[in-house]
């Protein structure tokens, strides 16, 4: 995600250069024929992509494609604006926990982990209706007309459709604290060229706690097609046609995207460096994928430390029961981030981003994503690049497999 546009911190906000003076001199020869029909086309599009550009998203299928070539981030409905300059101090607080896990390594079970965690295994003071209303996404936009930072003011003062308040859930005083979902890396002061994807502000805010996760590359990359076709229609109609299919039995095109370079190569790749750097630091938590899925239990007791959550041996076997892909599975309603800013997908808490299964399944769970597989070539190229890019071999042989922890809290 590359943020939302405009200087307002709207996504329908944005501002655009002027076409030239040297364009005037070419009118007259392009307002003859077909050049006249491009000419109205270009007015057009620039027109909407300055001064309202959702309204690209009303374009069936497709929407998100003059949204992107005009300069709107991709995903257009994710935006990094809550954690820009400072923006960050008007809502996180301290003692609050960020879970900033890479994408497709285990997000979804590490908010619902701490949440248990931080209830002790027990109901708490509220029911956990959804993983967005609980454990809350400020990254994510609910409609294409939200701004980022009023719609963290609606988290606040959002009433729900039963009458309670949205913040009761999230922000509820007999938490312990509060959690978060990223999947952002650390910012670093200075660091030439910038990271796309470096937003948090974990040194800025010493007092805040960061849990981040990685997964083995290829695992991410090819657990991607799943989750890319598991979004609703719905959703996928109000951004224009966004995220578009993938294929179902062919991985190079999501390969080629998640490589350096690619559309989405920076979030794996700066993810994994940018967090290996602040490893040490004591409000990280820095684990891997695979060590949860090998031994959840040690992963569950490493989480509670680092939060301060002191866990009796009953309360231990409840949150441990609560945090296993079994439970989850037959809990799958829960998870799938409901959308409750939106004025027709919080109605009742039936609508959100994903279908059943989209976020937690038995076999999601389990890393198995279907018939897809790499050919001998990817795999050579992939492991090239991670010695290439990574060069510090333990990095590298972490990243790909996990182990020991190399965190503070290992």
Known sequence: P?????????????????????????????????????????????????????????????????????????P?????????????????????????????????????????????????????????????????LQHPDHSP?????????????????????????????????????PRQQGKKPAMQGAKLPVRERPNVKYVAMVRNGLEVVKSFNPFVNKHREEFRTMWGGFPPPAPEDDITESFNNWMPGGLFGFIWWEYVSGWWTFRNDPNVLLLHYSDMITDP?????????????????????????KCSKEYMAAHESNFRYTLPLHPTFGNNGEHGLMDLGGMVSKRLMTGNSGNLKYSDEQKAQWAKMEEELFQDPVLVKWAREGGSSPGTFA
Not at 77 to 91: L, P, Q, R
Not at 156 to 174: I, Q, R
Not at 298 to 304: C, D, E, P, V
């Open 2 to 74: 590359s943020g939302s546009r405009g200087s307002d911190n709207t996504p329908a906000a944005g501002k655009r250069t002027a076409a030239g003076a040297g364009l005037r001199g070419l009118l007259p020869s392009i307002f003859k024929g077909p050049g006249l029909v491009v000419v109205l086309v270009a007015v057009a599009v620039g027109s909407v992509a300055k001064f309202q550009p959702s309204l690209f998203f009303k374009i069936p299928e497709v929407g998100f494609i003059p949204w992107g070539m005009t300069g709107g981030a991709i």
């Open 297 to 321: 239990r040690t992963g569950i007791k490493k989480l509670a430390a680092f939060m301060g959550v002191t866990l009796t041996p009953s309360e231990f076997e409840d949150v441990a029961v």
């Open 149 to 185: 930072m009023e719609q963290v003011e609606m988290m606040h003062n959002f009433t729900l459709p039963d009458g309670s308040n949205l913040a009761e859930y999230w922000n509820n005083k007999e938490y312990p604290f509060r959690i978060f979902k990223s999947h952002y890396a």
């Open 76 to 140: 257009p409905y994710i935006t990094y604006d809550v954690w820009e300059g400072k923006n960050h101090e008007s809502w996180l607080k301290d003692n609050d926990v960020v879970i900033s896990t890479g994408a497709k390594s285990g997000t979804t079970w590490m908010l619902y982990c701490t949440h248990q965690i931080r209830v002790k295994g027990q109901a708490g003071p509220k029911p956990f209706v959804d993983v967005s209303v609980t454990t809350p996404w400020p990254e994510l």
